[in-house]
């Protein structure tokens, strides 16, 4: 096939490793054209990370997308509220597009990106990276050939993790929804996609409850401080910033990790650099004493077409990441835990068996083996030698999966307020 040329735009975990990092996966199908970043050291790693010529390094999207058409096509990876701008300038320019989820986190933005991917007949793939696992690829195959006969029910899980809500929703990026975007919106699209894509059918009618439990100054223990460098009472604080960037096992940096969510402090993780952005950055403050708005615990309700129900669940008091998935129909019921990587099948007029999805393919790195499946998909379609398949995430079939999350985030302010669909889409 054709070598594609990419530029990106945003050089963080994602846009830096996730994504950047396919070339060297795939080198005869990607090379990397030109990069942009409002930090200066991140533009400086991916130049020497990937040998980007100093004329193809920018110091921002804008400045980027102001040169033209340098590449085949756009690695959107910015922040959620800067994805809109690139994105539609982005397409003017001539580029296909990767885009990072959300499209946006503003409604009518999503509609007129989607009428303008339309009008100038451009390919986009947003980052519903979960469709592209192995695991979620046979849950989908499983349902299609009728395993468990019509889904009449769906209970799914969203493991937040109590250090990642700490990392990414409290001290993090995506701490306040007036700067980003509501939880339900930045970190479930995934699911929502998830269950339109699984069952096949719209939503028409969707309710939601949540809020902020935990992460709020009047919860702060006693004699705990601004910042967990100073905390008195930081050695029973789950939530201490040197245990999950330090010691933890599987995420500190003296476990050996180098990798997310510690190469989001710094560059170039170490314990070093990684004590010093703890001590003076954003990643050290207390929990309790952040800027953060968004909510740790959300349950959202949603009837589809057919008449099917989903309740999904969103949860950051959990130890364990990955999804939970119970899947109730007709003719049997399906058990599928994407942590453990297995499928347990209960057909009512036959044996249980299971899937153990570890034994169907061998690489089940990053999101489960979906980053690099959607990148690889992605370069074949703008190459030509590919055409859209039932995986593939365009820009209107993940609009459905705002428009829901948009509608759940709008019953819950409304105090669990059932909201028709048609509010959204029309």
């Known amino acids: 096939m054709k070598k594609v040329s990419v530029v990106i735009l945003g050089l963080g975990s994602r846009g830096l490793h996730a994504y950047a990092d396919c070339v060297r996966q795939f080198p005869d199908k990607m090379e990397i054209a030109a990069v942009a970043d409002i930090r200066p050291e991140m533009v400086e790693l991916a130049k020497k990370l990937y040998g980007i010529p100093p004329e193809r390094c920018f110091t921002s999207g804008e400045e980027l997308l102001s040169c033209g058409k340098l590449g085949d096509a756009a690695f959107i990876c910015t922040q959620d509220r800067q994805h809109f701008a690139h994105a539609s300038k982005a397409l003017e320019v001539g580029y296909d597009l990767l885009l990072e989820k959300p499209i946006s986190p503003d409604p009518e933005e999503c509609r007129r990106l989607v009428e303008l991917a339309e009008r100038l007949n451009r390919r986009v793939s947003v980052c519903h990276v979960l469709r592209y696992t192995p695991f979620y690829g046979e849950l989908k195959r499983l349902l299609d050939v009728g395993a468990v006969g019509d889904v009449v029910s769906v209970q799914h899980i969203e493991n937040v993790i109590y250090w990642h809500q700490a990392h990414s929703f409290v001290r993090g990026n995506w701490r306040n929804s007036a700067e980003t975007s509501p939880m339900i919106l930045q970190k479930c699209c995934h699911d929502m996609d998830l269950l339109v894509w699984l069952l096949?059918?719209?939503?028409?009618?969707?309710?939601?409850?949540?809020?902020?439990?935990?992460?709020?100054?009047?919860?702060?223990?006693?004699?705990?401080?601004?910042?967990?460098?100073?905390?008195?009472?930081?050695?029973?604080?789950?939530?201490?910033?040197?245990?999950?960037?330090?010691?933890?096992?599987?995420?500190?940096?003296?476990?050996?990790?180098?990798?997310?969510?510690?190469?989001?402090?710094?560059?170039?993780?170490?314990?070093?650099?990684?004590?010093?952005?703890?001590?003076?950055?954003?990643?050290?403050?207390?929990?309790?004493?952040?800027?953060?708005?968004?909510?740790?615990?959300?349950?959202?309700?949603?009837?589809?077409?057919?008449?099917?129900?989903?309740?999904?669940?969103?949860?950051?008091?959990?130890?364990?990441?990955?999804?939970?998935?119970?899947?109730?129909?007709?003719?049997?019921?399906?058990?599928?835990?994407?942590?453990?990587?297995?499928?347990?099948?209960?057909?009512?007029?036959?044996?249980?068996?299971?899937?153990?999805?570890?034994?169907?393919?061998?690489?089940?790195?990053?999101?489960?083996?979906?980053?690099?499946?959607?990148?690889?998909?992605?370069?074949?379609?703008?190459?030509?030698?590919?055409?859209?398949?039932?995986r593939t995430t365009t820009l209107a079939a993940s609009a459905e999966s705002h428009y829901i999350a948009f509608a759940a985030e709008r019953s819950r302010l409304e105090g669990g307020r059932t909201v028709d669909m048609r509010e959204f889409r029309e």
């Open 200 to 390: 096949g059918e719209r939503a028409v009618k969707v309710s939601s409850f949540g809020g902020l439990h935990e992460f709020r100054p009047e919860m702060a223990p006693e004699g705990s401080g601004e910042r967990c460098a100073e905390c008195a009472v930081r050695d029973g604080c789950p939530f201490d910033a040197e245990k999950i960037y330090l010691t933890n096992k599987g995420t500190g940096v003296l476990a050996g990790n180098t990798g997310w969510p510690v190469d989001v402090l710094t560059p170039e993780p170490d314990e070093k650099s990684v004590r010093r952005a703890i001590g003076t950055g954003p990643y050290g403050r207390c929990v309790y004493r952040c800027d953060n708005d968004v909510v740790d615990h959300q349950v959202v309700n949603i009837e589809f077409e057919g008449g099917a129900t989903a309740q999904l669940t969103m949860c950051a008091f959990t130890k364990r990441g990955g999804r939970d998935t119970v899947i109730m129909g007709t003719r049997g019921q399906i058990i599928a835990n994407l942590n453990e990587q297995t499928i347990h099948v209960m057909p009512y007029d036959g044996d249980n068996y299971d899937v153990d999805i570890r034994k169907l393919a061998s690489d089940l790195r990053g999101h489960s083996g979906g980053d690099t499946r959607l990148v690889e998909e992605f370069l074949e379609l703008v190459a030509g030698d590919a055409k859209e398949s039932v």
